[in-house]
């Protein structure tokens, strides 16, 4: 008989407190905020270390990709650390709905929590898609435009922050900024506000201000670009604190945003019901939320241009039209064809270094992320890229050892040609960076406090 798992009831709102794991640090800290808001009981899990990926071979088979094992293992490390009443906590897990194994990382938990001994524990789906329709967490209107809201302002913190980082001249203004702009924006969605065009607008403008006023030193840098599947690529627990890596070894890190995986979702909604049928409406539908989303894109790249300091991100649009010709659009497993637009796009914006962090064994970063990146060199002679496996029998110090070759190719390029890339000035649309010019002092808005 198929086990009867604890569903997560509307009630359960006021009485359990809800683990999440945490996989972009920046943005989920504002998507827990505007969870709050919606009168949830929140909790982003810091739990790591070796302890966290032990706990997950425990309850999940090894074969299982390294990301289900590591938030199942964090859940599980969380659930015995005895910080928690077990009959008043709940999980909540993502579920892209596709046909990444991601979509099923909720079965193997609730298997997990039983294994455990956890069997009294419910898991809430946090999904798009409509799966788990009987569960009682819901999505409701403000909650999304808030999560939406929180992953933009996330993106454009995590670009201006690996921009500002590797030249500020007072270490770590960079990230006590980024703090204040987080506390500012949960205090902005407790009063209502931060959603609208106009609030979003006027807050990536001061977003781009403040971080154009830190005090830094331009000097070249090495440019290293990280793309790969989603969990990996952000998480600090993934990818064995990647983006501290390449800060420590002097690098300018590119981390392309969160949101386009999202409107990569979205995209995909379109793309199968035009290659394969489906109903018109639906793809009207995806067609009007992207417009509505590429509307907020745009203001948040004209607030970044502004600065000839900084380089903008592209439009997911445009990243979407570098894939045309090189790998077909129904590559659409996982990170599928965005994974090798997002290199491309690199390569055309002075990130020609990348690292392809990818857990072992998963079959569509492999194809799309590994296997196209001779592919890419055929197009950009100078593409320095490296696949990376991240694995419960992967060592960190082997991982750091093989992206320090690729680094040592670029520091000699970086010698060469005076900047992070062969041949490619450190300017990206027309913007100037100018070594050795000073920016003065942190913007009045924050100098207060």
């Not at 990376?388 to 093989?402: F, G």
Request: charged residues 20%.
């Amino acid at each position: 008989m198929e086990y009867q798992y604890p569903r997560f009831t509307p009630e359960m709102k006021k009485t359990h407190t809800i683990l999440m794991p945490n996989m972009a640090p920046i943005h989920f800290e504002m998507i827990v905020e505007a969870m709050r808001d919606e009168g949830y009981k929140v909790e982003l899990l810091d739990n790591s270390g070796h302890d966290v990926a032990q706990e997950g071979l425990k309850y999940v088979h090894n074969d299982t990709c390294y990301p289900a094992l590591l938030v199942i293992g964090q859940f599980i490390n969380a659930l015995k650390s005895g910080k928690y009443d077990l009959d008043r906590t709940a999980l909540i897990i993502t579920q892209t709905g596709g046909g990444c194994r991601a979509s099923n990382y909720i079965h193997l938990l609730r298997k997990a929590l039983v294994k455990a001994g956890f069997p009294q524990v419910p898991v809430a789906s946090l999904n798009f898609s409509g799966l788990e329709k009987d569960s009682g967490f819901q999505l409701t209107l403000p909650l999304i435009r808030k999560v939406l809201a929180a992953v933009f302002y996330g993106d454009e913190l995590m670009s201006l922050a690996n921009q500002t980082r590797p030249y500020e001249n007072r270490p770590g203004s960079a990230d006590a900024l980024v703090h204040r702009w987080v506390r500012e924006i949960a205090d902005q969605f407790d009063k209502k506000h931060g959603v609208t065009l106009a609030d979003m607008t006027a807050n990536f403008n001061a977003i781009a201000r403040d971080f154009a006023a830190l005090d830094v030193t331009y000097t070249p840098k090495v440019k290293v670009g990280v793309v790969g599947e989603i969990y990996v690529k952000y998480s600090p627990l993934g990818n064995n604190h990647l983006e501290e890596f390449l800060h420590s070894e002097d690098c300018e890190v590119n981390l392309p945003g969160l949101m386009g995986f999202v409107q990569y979702c979205i995209a995909n909604t379109s793309i199968t019901i035009r290659l394969y049928g489906g109903s018109r409406l639906v793809a009207l539908g995806a067609d009007a939320l992207m417009k509505w989303l590429t509307r907020r894109e745009q203001r948040m790249i004209d607030a970044i241009a502004r600065y000839p300091q900084f380089h903008a991100p592209t439009l997911f649009e445009h990243t979407m039209q570098l894939a045309k010709g090189v790998i077909g659009y129904g590559n659409k497993m996982g990170e599928g064809w965005l994974l090798t637009s997002e290199m491309m796009e690199l390569q055309k914006t002075g990130f020609e270094n990348i690292v392809c962090a990818q857990p072992f064994g998963c079959l569509p970063n492999h194809i799309c992320g590994k296997g196209m990146i001779n592919k890419i060199r055929t197009i950009y002679p100078n593409a320095n890229i490296t696949p990376i496996d991240y694995d419960p029998s992967a060592t960190r110090v082997n991982q750091e050892n093989r992206i320090k070759l690729m680094l040592s190719v670029a520091r000699e390029r970086l010698n060469d040609h005076g900047s992070g890339s062969a041949g490619t000035p450190a300017p990206v649309y027309g913007q100037v960076k100018v070594p050795g010019v000073k920016v003065p002092g942190l913007s009045p808005a924050f100098a207060e406090n």
